[in-house]
């Protein structure tokens, strides 16, 4: 069983930055494939950004691409999304997930065995 915590969403400003936080359980984080994905009211769940095991492969969804990052530490059992230029349109709620079998990132939800309870994030503009 994996645990998904996620931190760090709140109201920003448009053009303004976010870091959300993912804390993991489970002693064999490290070899996960890690993704955030964001629901909007009204719309269906997608994918933002993910991260291999070593953070050797990324991949971000195009309209995120330049503007987020995503990285992990496997020390901490944490991987991490830095959102800046903020735009209204990013308005949602973040949700991290985890692959325990996947070896590269995937962008569909039925890739994710767990997935975290959520963290809104509001851009105002």
């Known amino acids: 069983q994996v645990q998904l915590v996620e931190s760090g969403g709140g109201l920003e400003q448009t053009g303004g930055s976010l870091k959300l936080s993912c804390a993991a359980s489970?002693?064999?984080?490290?070899?996960?494939?890690m993704g955030w994905f964001r629901q909007a009211p009204g719309k269906e769940r997608e994918f933002v950004a993910g991260i291999n095991w070593n953070g050797g492969q990324t991949k971000y969804a195009s309209a995120v691409n330049d503007r987020f990052v995503i990285s992990r530490d496997n020390a901490k059992n944490t991987v991490y999304l830095q959102m800046n230029g903020l735009k209204p349109e990013d308005t949602a709620v973040y949700y991290c997930a985890a692959s325990t079998w996947a070896t590269v990132v995937l962008i569909n939800t039925g890739s994710y065995n767990y997935w975290g309870q959520g963290t809104q994030v509001t851009v105002s503009s």
């Open positions: 489970g002693r064999t984080f490290s070899s996960y494939v």
